[in-house]
Every structure is written in C-alpha cells, then in structure tokens.
C-alpha cells in the first residue's frame, strides 16, 4: 500500500522498522538483518533520508520524564492568522489545521499545569479571534513520545509566554502584573 505511493520497496520498509525500534543500530547491523551489503544499506538511508522517509526527533520522551502535555482545539476566525501568532510559542510543540468542530489543535507542553492553563488563558481565551478553546491533559502514553522542548517556557513569569511571543509582544508587564495578581490571590486562599 505505501511501497507506491512513498516509492519504497521491501528493504526500504524494514530498514525503517529497524531504526524506530532502534535509531543506533549501526548500517553493519542493519546489513545483517536486511541481507544487504552495508554500503547499500548507507545508500538506502541517506536516499529515505531525502525523501523525508527517515527523520530524527531530538527531544524529551513524555512517557519516561515528569512533564504535562496538553491537546488544545479551538475553533479560530483566521486559522492561519493564528498559526502565525504561535509559530515561535515556545509552549507550543505542533500545531494542526483540522477538520470538525474546531479547526485547530495546538500540543503544549510545560513543567505544570497550572502554566499550561495560564498561558492558555492568556494567550488563547482572551484572542478576540479564537471563538472557542477546549483544552485537554495528556495523562500517559503507550508508545515513545518524543517532544522538542524549548526551555524558554521556564522564564514564563518573566517573559510571559516567551521573549519573541507573537500573541503578547509588547503586553509583558501586563502580563507579568496579572501572573503576580493571580499567585498572590492563590497565596491568600491557601492561608
């Protein structure tokens, strides 16, 4: 089914299966495995690698490290307008046009989840062009998950939602004023 339409044969599909179950199998051990000379093998990579066929993902694995993930629909006037506020969002991993009730789904990620929801507050509930916003918590998952953090969302108090925010520039005391208000308002209530 994939061998037409990815042009891909046989070897091709094993040599993938080989490195997602394993990305540091050597071309000698996959040689082994594919009944190939291991030139071939390095032939056939780099060749998936141009197709787009065989990528790497640096990043944290989310079912072995103590982060929240969050899945974020929204239905937007402007999906791509939107896009393009969060295209440098340090919280957001991936964003997706989708079909359905809403037309985008943004993956989050952060230490907490009371950050999550402050930047979702913040920066998606109050956008005059988002109409609705339903967010929910990746609690664990099956398989690897890898995701490419960026450690800028560890200055989120001081920058809001990151130095180059799209959707706030220009609002960082605001926002770092109403971040102060709401940790003193919970400070109060816990006494």
Excluded: W
């Excluded at 044969?9 to 997602?20: C, G, N, S, T």
């Excluded at 291991?38 to 989310?62: D, W, Y």
């Amino acid at each position: 089914m994939f061998n037409e339409r990815l042009k891909i044969d046989e070897v091709d599909k094993m040599i993938i299966r080989l490195l997602q179950d394993n990305p540091d199998m050597t071309h000698s051990e996959i040689s082994e495995k594919v009944n190939k000379s291991q030139p071939a093998v390095g032939a056939r990579i780099i060749k998936l690698r141009r197709k787009h066929l065989l990528e790497t993902q640096i990043g944290v694995n989310f079912k072995e490290v103590d982060i929240k993930l969050a899945k974020v629909e929204m239905l937007t006037k402007d999906v791509s307008n939107i896009l393009e506020k969060i295209r440098q969002c340090p919280f957001v991993l991936h964003a997706f046009k989708i079909s359905g009730n809403t037309n985008l789904c943004v993956l989050i990620c952060a230490p907490d989840i009371k950050t999550i929801d402050d930047m979702v507050d913040l920066c998606f509930r109050n956008d005059d062009d988002i109409v609705t916003v339903n967010i929910s918590y990746i609690i664990s998952s099956v398989k690897d998950l890898i995701l490419p953090i960026s450690f800028e969302i560890e200055h989120f108090d001081e920058f809001g939602c990151g130095r180059d925010c799209m959707i706030r520039k220009g609002e960082t005391e605001k926002l770092k004023a109403l971040i102060r208000e709401t940790q003193e308002k919970a400070l109060k209530e816990s006494k």
